[in-house]
């Protein structure tokens, strides 16, 4: 399963705003972007000369890393947003919304998208009844997601759902008995995610 292995806190700082990659920490004092507010490398504080294809790409690129994608698989996200009828940014935001491992941390059982990623691969979660363990997977509306039974992290879930924010209009979330279920796919004014979509389409039209 190919993942993003390169340093959140230097993702962040690319993007030059919070992603939320680490959680409650991106909240405190210790977030990278609260103590170097500017690109990491040997030049992050020289001038960059800005176009109009730099912005399209900085605008993929935080949505890629948003979302823990890489690029083959973000690439495919908009081929097949670029199918469906309506808006093909709209589409390709709430594809990337519908994937479960996006939906257990909006649920607040996962303190950032990285960390629910590695629960549901590890099968700690299960959707209407089954084991799930692909962070990929569309959830569908009137989906019912909860916590295996006896799983060993139920503590870090708990934990997770301490300091989560709240649960976006979209789902419905119980925190007692660590469930949740999707009402409905998401509109593009419930959706939080910090990019303008239409500059990847434009990027991906050129």
């Not at 089954?130 to 139920?154: H, M, N």
């Not at 209009?169 to 419930?190: I, N, Y």
Request: one cysteine or more; glycine letters at 8%; charged letters at 30%.
């Amino acid at each position: 399963m190919a993942r993003d292995r390169d340093p959140q806190c230097k993702q962040c700082r690319r993007e030059g705003e919070k992603l939320f990659l680490k959680g409650a920490r991106c909240s405190t004092e210790k977030c990278a972007i609260e103590r170097r507010n500017y690109p990491p490398g040997q030049n992050g504080r020289g001038r960059i000369r800005q176009s109009e294809y730099l912005m399209q790409l900085r605008e993929k690129q935080r949505a890629r890393r948003y979302y823990g994608i890489l690029e083959k698989q973000f690439r495919r996200y908009y081929e097949k947003a670029s199918r469906q009828p309506g808006v093909t940014g709209e589409n390709l935001l709430r594809l990337l919304e519908l994937r479960l491992d996006n939906v257990v941390t909006r649920l607040g059982f996962a303190a950032s998208r990285r960390q629910a990623r590695q629960l549901v691969g590890h099968g700690h979660f299960q959707v209407n009844g089954r084991r799930v363990d692909i962070p990929s997977y569309q959830c569908r509306p009137d989906d019912i997601i909860t916590i295996k039974a006896s799983s060993p992290a139920e503590t870090t879930v708990r934990g997770a759902t301490e300091i989560g924010a709240s649960v976006t209009p979209w789902l419905q979330a119980d925190h007692d008995s660590l469930s949740g279920k999707v009402l409905k796919a998401p509109d593009r004014t419930e959706i939080d995610t910090p990019v303008r979509e239409q500059l990847i389409v434009e990027l991906y039209s050129k």
